[in-house]
């Protein structure tokens, strides 16, 4: 089947189909303006594809033997017959999918008559972005595209008439104009993308409240707690009474899932975890953002933290905990450390002791100076502290060279009674060490 020259209003569809049919080209005319009534604009649509696919008649060759119009014709057939099956086809597929299959058709259509065009400015640039658009929308109704990739994608629709419009603005001047149009919208939309992620990043959720209470037993003397955390500023302390309560209270985005969970082992020892997940790897903007998690802890047990976070702050009061140990990882952000004037009890904390890590950002550690600090810095991991930078008091702590490493331990550590050591790796920041006095207050 050919597209005819002779008796046509438009695209010679008509004509066409009368030529291999009973029906003369007004009664298909006439049966195109029913069905697209009908059909809501599919048959409309079916008329295009046909005009897309079919070849126009020419005198020069055989158009008895033509499989492009076989399935240009089952094609524009399938479209009109899937509107009316289309709540069966929903129903099989989960979601009603028929418009984007439908114009997934159609620029299918489109993108193989540039193909097949002889002209220099084809548009298959055009085509393969009109193809796209549908193939998005498929992928979301199946559940197969993440949330936050189909909504950048809805929020990105604008980009859609810059590059319509840089297209027909540079086509009468190069032959590249497409693939100009495309690349200057590409830029556009990422760079929107990451200005508007970047601005939201930082700002503080609300949307969603976590919050946990958990009784510690009279029998308990030790606890562990573990903290891991993903986009979330982090406050820890102690209790300002003696109940024996761990209390955590999360507020942050819909997009991250807060578990709390505590188990006591019957042998005198507790453990309590939260943990911040993301279901999603691509939430969408409106579900970014930083989340806050406040944790106070009992003042009567002794404490082992571990803590883990990815990117915000860290202010770890443990001034009136008893504090056996802290292994602290923080990629990104600033953390404050403040340490108890307490002697850990455990044997193991001498053979592994705690260690404070801040991958991109500052450390600020605050020692009392009843205690008698190691501060071990490897020196592939951190730079020299220095007294010019304020980073030590250097009549309360001295800079000790050993090999591969910079110690700053304190000048009375053989005379004190508590005793402590860490071990420090920032190496993309600054470390600063401040004695405090009983009342907190600061040698800076």
């Known amino acids: 089947m050919v597209r005819r020259f002779s008796n046509r209003l438009f695209g010679g569809v008509c004509a066409g189909l009368a030529s291999i049919s009973p029906f003369s080209p007004a009664v298909w005319r006439w049966l195109f303006v029913i069905l697209t009534l009908l059909t809501s604009g599919a048959a409309a649509l079916a008329y295009v594809l046909l005009w897309w696919l079919l070849p126009l008649e020419n005198p020069l060759e055989d158009n008895r033997s033509n499989p492009a119009g076989i399935f240009a014709i089952a094609l524009a057939l399938a479209i009109i017959i899937g509107w009316f099956v289309r709540d069966s086809l929903a129903e099989a597929l989960g979601a009603d999918l028929y418009w984007p299959l439908a114009a997934t058709a159609l620029a299918l259509a489109f993108l193989f008559r540039q193909f097949r065009s002889a002209r220099v400015q084809s548009n298959i640039i055009l085509g393969l972005v009109a193809l796209v658009i549908p193939l998005f929308a498929i992928a979301s109704g199946l559940g197969a595209l993440p949330e936050g990739i189909y909504d950048l994608a809805l929020r990105a629709w604008p980009a859609l008439l810059v590059f319509l419009g840089l297209m027909l603005l540079l086509r009468p001047r190069t032959r590249s104009a497409s693939f100009f149009a495309l690349l200057v919208s590409l830029v556009l939309v990422a760079g929107i993308t990451a200005f508007a992620f970047s601005n939201r990043i930082n700002e503080q959720r609300t949307e969603n409240t976590v919050t946990a209470e958990e009784i510690v037993s009279e029998g308990i003397t030790t606890l562990q707690i573990n903290i891991n955390m993903l986009d979330t500023d982090v406050v820890v302390f102690g209790r300002s009474d003696d109940q024996r309560m761990i209390e955590a209270s999360f507020v942050g985005s819909e997009a991250s899932e807060v578990t709390p969970?505590?188990?006591?082992?019957?042998?005198?020892?507790?453990?309590?975890?939260?943990?911040?997940?993301?279901?999603?790897?691509?939430?969408?903007?409106?579900?970014?953002?930083?989340?806050?998690?406040?944790?106070?802890?009992?003042t009567n047990a002794a404490i082992a933290v571990t803590l883990v976070t990815q990117n915000g702050t860290v202010n770890f009061d443990a001034a009136i905990l008893e504090l056996e140990r802290l292994k602290m990882t923080l990629e990104n952000g600033d953390a404050i450390v403040t340490l108890p004037e307490y002697q850990p009890r455990s044997p193991s904390v001498e053979a592994d002791p705690g260690e404070l890590t801040v991958s991109n950002g500052d450390l600020r550690v605050r020692v009392p100076a009843a205690v008698g600090g190691r501060f071990v810095l490897n020196q592939t991991s951190n730079s020299q502290p220095t007294t010019l930078e304020e980073d030590f008091d250097d009549l309360l702590y001295a800079l000790e060279l050993r090999l591969n490493e910079w110690v700053l331990v304190s000048r009375t550590y053989d005379d004190t009674d508590i005793q402590i050591t860490y071990g420090i790796n920032v190496p993309n920041g600054n470390f600063r060490l401040d004695v405090i006095d009983a009342a907190g207050t600061g040698s800076d």
């Open 261 to 298: 969970s505590y188990l006591e082992d019957g042998t005198g020892s507790g453990t309590f975890t939260i943990q911040e997940t993301k279901p999603t790897a691509f939430p969408s903007l409106d579900e970014i953002g930083r989340g806050e998690l406040q944790i106070t802890l009992p």
